[in-house]
């Protein structure tokens, strides 16, 4: 059975992913498999078992991708070094490949996300949500994110679990204000001349952090 990790624990788990990618090459032959599936492991392990996520998807006019989800997202894959110049330098390739992405056969259309990454750089674009003109493309990005700032922006990404991404949420500014919420409800119940462990029961079960971030709100 496939992993549904809560949204800390998605958190925690890109921390580390930060920290091990932060020190390696980042070579796009040797490491983007590797990389792209701690990625994905990250948020779920679910697409381990979906048919429609691929590796090394081969165009029949020509051409790999080096991950395609099907009618999800499209991510190419370039060497670190490649970083300050990543999208100016590569995004006629990621949307060339974008063009070629759809399965009419199956009714499943081109991805709604592209992303361009440098293991140190994502740069994501929504074309299939907001298509941009040939003429003018490739357009402004959704985000631009660095390796080192995932971790606070986990909803950015949300795409690799399935869902629509969130590109305005930072994820720990979310929980500071739900923490300073929680201790003003705490406060103010107080204030009333309630109790502090019946303000504590009433409070902590509604506002526990994991709680409230792991359950059917981070879903």
Same mark, same amino acid.
């Given at each position: 059975? @496939?992993?549904?990790f809560? #949204?800390?624990?998605? #958190?925690?788990r890109?921390?580390?992913?930060? @920290? #091990?990618?932060?020190?390696?090459?980042?070579?796009?032959?040797?490491?983007?498999?590797? +990389?792209? /599936?701690? $990625?994905?492991?990250?948020?779920e392990?679910?697409w381990?078992?979906?048919?429609?996520?691929?590796?090394?998807h081969?165009?029949? %006019?020509?051409?790999? @991708?080096?991950?395609?989800?099907?009618?999800?997202? &499209?991510?190419?894959?370039?060497?670190?070094?490649?970083?300050?110049?990543?999208p100016e330098?590569?995004? =006629?390739? $990621?949307?060339?490949?974008?063009?070629?992405?759809?399965?009419?056969?199956?009714?499943?259309?081109? !991805?709604?996300?592209?992303?361009?990454?440098?293991?140190?750089? +994502?740069?994501?674009?929504?074309?299939? @949500?907001y298509?941009?003109?040939?003429?003018? =493309? !490739?357009? !402004?990005?959704?985000?631009? $994110?660095?390796?080192?700032?995932? !971790?606070?922006?986990?909803e950015?990404?949300?795409? &690799?679990? /399935?869902?629509?991404?969130?590109?305005?949420?930072?994820?720990?500014?979310?929980?500071?204000?739900?923490?300073?919420?929680?201790?003003?409800?705490?406060?103010?119940?107080?204030?009333?001349?309630?109790?502090?462990?019946?303000? =504590?029961?009433f409070?902590?079960p509604? /506002?526990?952090?994991?709680?409230? +971030?792991g %359950? /059917?709100?981070?879903?």
């Open positions: 059975m @496939a992993d549904q809560t #949204r800390p624990q998605i #958190r925690d890109l921390t580390a992913f930060v @920290a #091990r990618w932060s020190q390696r090459a980042g070579d796009e032959k040797s490491e983007a498999q590797t +990389f792209l /599936g701690e $990625l994905l492991d990250s948020y392990t679910g381990r078992q979906n048919t429609d996520v691929r590796f090394e081969h165009f029949p %006019s020509g051409g790999f @991708a080096d991950l395609l989800w099907k009618g999800n997202v &499209l991510v190419e894959m370039k060497s670190k070094f490649t970083t300050p110049v990543l330098t590569h995004w =006629r390739q $990621l949307f060339d490949y974008w063009d070629r992405s759809s399965f009419p056969d199956e009714g499943v259309g081109a !991805p709604r996300y592209v992303v361009l990454c440098s293991f140190e750089r +994502f740069v994501v674009w929504e074309p299939g @949500a298509p941009v003109p040939t003429v003018d =493309r !490739p357009g !402004p990005p959704r985000i631009d $994110l660095m390796l080192h700032e995932l !971790p606070e922006r986990v950015a990404l949300d795409f &690799l679990r /399935g869902t629509t991404a969130n590109f305005a949420v930072n994820s720990v500014d979310l929980a500071e204000k739900a923490v300073d919420a929680v201790a003003r409800l705490y406060v103010s119940l107080t204030e009333r001349g309630i109790g502090a462990e019946q303000a =504590r029961d409070t902590v509604a /506002g526990t952090i994991h709680g409230f +971030f %359950s /059917g709100h981070e879903r």
